[in-house]
T-cell receptor, first 116, second 114 residues
Framework: GAGVSQSPSNKVTEKGKDVELRCDPI?????LYWYRQSLGQGLEFLIY????????KSGLPSDRFSAERTGGSVSTLTIQRTQQEDSAVYLC??????????????FGPGTRLTVL | DQQVKQNSPSLSVQEGRISILNCDYT??????FLWYKKYPAEGPTFLIS?????DKNEDGRFTVFLNKSAKHLSLHIVPSQPGDSAVYFC?????????????FGKGTLLTVNP
């Protein structure tokens, strides 16, 4: 079946503009995650969805970042008033139930965001 | 402060030999550890995992060893193949009950030379 897909694959924007990044998880996966990878760094957790609810938003770096998930499926990560430090690869993952152990997180290819 | 550390940014080995990738962690609350592999322009893919109740887990050419007292784990790939060339990320979870949240190291670029 289809894996996790993300769009766009690349996004170049000007400082101060808003951007929306989209994630389509694997069908039937109730858990969805957003991570980001800045240059030379590991993946950094941003937010976790269980269904349409986000019980853990602790990784969102500022109030300029928000995310939603609708219909227990597609998720959108929105960054308002982008700054150059927001430049990174934003990765989405989904998993069947949201626990670790046998509940593997499957990652999409990411969206490379460049803020000029 | 990095809770999961991969101190070797890169590793180069000859095809057929063993590759050993290392990972250290600082938080004793982590109780589940994973390795992901990442090719350029692709997302990370799950490779192998180990629970803290074990000290070894094997899957084909891949074996993960866990030394809890040293807070150290390693991934052994034997024999190494050119297709194994990728960035390998160590990840940990289980801290504070947030067992869905993976904490990643910075990755090690493995190059397997033919």
């Amino acid at each position: 079946g289809a894996g996790v897909s993300q769009s766009p694959s690349n996004k170049v924007t000007e400082k101060g503009k808003d951007v929306e990044l989209r994630c389509d998880p694997i069908s039937g996966h109730t858990a969805l995650y957003w991570y980001r990878q800045s240059l030379g760094q590991g993946l950094e957790f941003l937010i976790y969805f269980q269904g349409n609810s986000a019980p853990d938003k602790s990784g969102l770096p500022s109030d300029r970042f928000s995310a939603e998930r609708t219909g227990g499926s597609v998720s959108t990560l929105t960054i308002q008033r982008t700054q150059q430090e927001d430049s990174a690869v934003y990765l989405c993952a989904s998993s069947l139930t949201g626990g670790v152990g046998t509940d593997t997180q499957y990652f999409g290819p990411g969206t490379r965001l460049t803020v000029l | 402060d990095q809770q999961v550390k991969q101190n070797s940014p890169s590793l180069s080995v000859q095809e057929g030999r063993i590759s050993i990738l290392n990972c250290d962690y600082t938080n004793s609350m982590f109780d589940y550890f994973l390795w992901y592999k990442k090719y350029p322009a692709e997302g990370p893919t799950f490779l192998i995992s180990i629970s803290s109740i074990k000290d070894k887990n094997e899957d084909g050419r891949f074996t993960v060893f866990l030394n809890k007292s040293a807070k150290h784990l390693s991934l052994h790939i034997v024999p190494s193949q050119p297709g194994d060339s990728a960035v390998y990320f160590c990840a940990a979870s289980g801290f504070g009950g947030s067992n869905y949240k993976l904490t990643f190291g910075k990755g090690t670029l493995l190059t397997v030379n033919p």
